[in-house]
């Protein structure tokens, strides 16, 4: 269970009213269970219910469980989809274990709204069940070429070009350093994008293979592909 609070050896949690209805009312847990809480910065701990009510309830933490493990400093920046698609995209980024989300408005993003509270949420829900003790920071929707005039090139971008398709996938070698992925919108990025992209020295264009996958299969792919080549 993900909670806002500070996490230390026999540290009382107190409960919100929805974490209270979510484990003793869904989930039938009693005063004298165990559950495993983390809030994304002091690891994982088992925590023994003391006080379990309706609207809310203590937790202690009796154990650490698991130490705080922060995943390699990957971004993933992406142009948001439909919503379901963009759920998924966030909730995977999170399994994979993407540092920080960052939705970017690109000159032919379709879907310009985006609730960065309710992508939060999802990625909360997406480390809980993957066992994570991280859990990414999900940024408002900015614009692409605003974030691309502020870019600190220290940090290296993958750009996945659906032009370059045909050309092999080429992620040998890849420096460990700060990355950032950048995966654009259904309707592919606009040739003043692909031009500023190809120009900038810390971006490496790739292909993803021969095909065009839609923007969620991207960027599993191009998670999977970072991860193999520089993850840890
Ligand atoms: N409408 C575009 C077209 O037909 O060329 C396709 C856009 S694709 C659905 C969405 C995004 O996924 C692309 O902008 C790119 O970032 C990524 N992508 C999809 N297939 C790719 C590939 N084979 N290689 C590299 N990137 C790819």
Redesign the pocket.
Known sequence: LFVDHPLAEEQAVPLTKEQAHYLFGVMRQEVGAFVALFNGRDGAWAAEVVEAGKRGGVLVCRALDAPQMDPPDLWLMFAPVKKARTDFIVEKATEMGARRILPVQTQFTNSERLRVDKQQAHAVEAAEQCGGTFVPEVCALQRLDRVLADWDPTRRILF???S??GTAVTLEGLDPGPWAIL???????SEAERTKLRGMDCATS????P?????ET?TVAALTLWQMAAGD
């Open positions: 996945c070009d659906e370059s398709v995966i654009g919108p259904e309707g592919g990025f790739i292909s993803l293979g095909r065009i996958l839609r923007a991207a």
